[in-house]
């Protein structure tokens, strides 16, 4: 038998892993591929294929975007010296075990300066120890978790808007428009929707709202009826909440459709889709809103910055755009803005800092307040939280998303209450009035009373009409064994 230690088995070991280790680097792709000159090495992670996969995408385009802008412009200027910049990544699969080896790869072989995060807070929480181990700076521009920041990692750095703020935009629309609105809290027992809601309710409850009613159903319910139900004996008329798409997309249908008399309804994730409204269609979706990260139709201009005080920095809109376009075709979704912000955020704290130590550039992210294509930015200097970002709130207005709050990046007022709910409700409650009313040829104040307690009385009646019989029936038979037996005796 063969030790451990022969040199066979050595061998057998060396061309076992051999293929494992050619495998991840000839997985590495660059991006441009050749760039001459000085050039600043940006590492990655992100998901190409698996779960991820069209998220990863869209993200792959925002950053190509943001990179072609830059070296279109001749580089960046850092200290008085120009360079290029080149990404360097890796298709990790949407796979949380290969992130600790692949990022490791990009620091140790690929001479990443800095790193941007994967996709997905799972996938980043994976990959922050790396930031940690090797002093690199990692961007995270798709994990939203709070719980990324609250580590104690030195040099993560958040771009999108985190979990506990989803709702900031809609609760801040309800304190403005009306302040006594009822609200139920409905949402998926998840760990993304319970982050997003522990966040929603501290802040209602900051506001001063007037939270009625909250409950959370199971992953992949798909009956609410129960839950609406008792919603709306609470007396709400606002409904916040969701998850993910079809629970989503079945809370309001549902809540629709049983005659939830709401004013205003905003829902994670689903909304933002364009299947919601078109599946559901415009009786249901109609003024439909729900927070999302960045849309096409946001104003974030120059001008905008300047009347919300704000240095510009970047692209365009219209200029990441149209380099967005050479690379994936279509609408960009949010997770192609927030990638390519983190480039624009890296970029600008780079030039800030005039230097590529980490420590220096991590020090000027914490004092940039700027406005982009995305939004504006700004972190919390202590734990690299994103605080700047604020998530739009969109409406369904008409067949088309509008966006509604806040006011510097709105394309459309708020239409509150939503008048197709309060009419469907009414349409509902009169049918439900006069089917009655035909059925027992009462009022319906009185119908409903007895098709509550009919059954139970019928039931009643009967049994005593029979117990009445049966004594009467007894009564008869013992007076004809009397009067027979009186006919005996004579």
Not at 139 to 160: E, N, P, T, W
Not at 306 to 328: D, I, R, V
Not at 434 to 463: L, N, V, W
Request: aromatic share 10%; charged share 20%.
């Amino acid at each position: 038998m063969l030790g451990w230690r022969t040199p066979a088995t050595l061998l057998l070991l060396a061309l076992l892993v051999a293929p494992a280790v050619l495998s991840i680097n000839a997985l590495a792709k660059t991006y441009p591929e050749q760039v001459s000159g000085d050039v600043i090495k940006i590492g990655m992670t992100i998901s190409l294929s698996g779960k991820y996969q069209h998220e990863g995408m869209q993200a792959l385009c925002g950053i190509q975007a943001a990179i072609d802008y830059f070296n279109d412009k001749g580089g960046i200027d850092v200290g008085g010296k120009k360079y290029k910049l080149q990404l360097i990544y890796y298709d990790d699969q949407s796979k949380k075990d290969l992130i600790n080896s692949l990022d490791t790869q990009l620091v140790t072989s690929d001479g990443a300066m800095f790193l941007l995060a994967p996709y997905s807070s799972g996938l980043t929480l994976a990959a922050a120890p790396i930031s940690q181990q090797y002093k690199r700076i990692m961007i995270s521009h798709g994990g939203a978790s709070d719980k990324i920041f609250q580590q104690g990692y030195q040099y993560m750095v958040q771009i999108l808007t985190p979990a506990s703020k989803y709702f900031k935009t809609t609760l801040e629309l309800i304190k403005e428009k009306d302040p006594q609105a009822k609200i139920a809290f409905i949402y998926e027992n998840a760990a993304f929707a319970k982050a997003v809601m522990s966040g929603a309710k501290a802040y209602a409850k900051e506001l001063g709202l007037n939270v009625v009613y909250e409950n959370t159903y199971e992953p992949k319910s798909t009956d609410f009826s129960s839950i609406i139900a008792e919603a709306k004996s609470s007396g709400a008329e606002v409904l916040i909440g969701g998850g993910h798409y079809e629970d989503g997309f079945q809370l309001v249908k549902q809540a629709y459709e049983l005659g939830w008399k709401l004013k205003f309804i905003s829902i994670l994730v689903a909304v933002t889709h364009e299947s919601f409204y078109k599946d559901l269609g415009p009786s249901i979706a109609e003024n439909v809103a729900g927070p999302s990260q960045w849309e096409p139709m946001a104003s974030y201009t120059p001008e905008a910055a300047k009347k919300a005080g704000k240095e510009w920095f970047g692209p365009t809109k219209e200029e990441w755009l149209s380099y967005f376009n050479k690379h994936c075709e279509g609408t960009p979704a949010y997770q192609a803005a927030e990638a390519g912000a983190a480039i624009v955020f890296l970029v600008k704290a780079i030039q800030e800092a005039g230097s590529l130590d980490t420590d220096a550039v991590r020090q000027a992210m914490n004092n940039l307040d700027i406005m982009t294509f995305f939004g504006p930015l700004k972190i919390d200097p202590k734990t690299g939280l994103q605080v700047g970002h604020p998530m739009v709130l969109l409406q369904w207005q008409n067949g088309e998303k509008q966006i509604i709050y806040p006011e510097s990046a709105a394309t459309a007022d708020p239409v509150y209450p939503a008048p197709n709910w309060w009419k469907a409700a009414e349409a509902t409650e009169k049918t439900t009035t006069t089917t009655e009313e035909k059925t027992t040829g009462k009022p319906a104040g009185e119908a409903t009373t007895i098709t509550t307690s009919g059954p139970a009385e019928e039931t009643a009646t009967t049994e005593e009409g029979g117990n009445q019989l049966l004594i009467a029936g007894i009564i008869i038979i013992i007076l004809i064994i009397a009067a027979a037996a009186l006919f005996m005796r004579r």
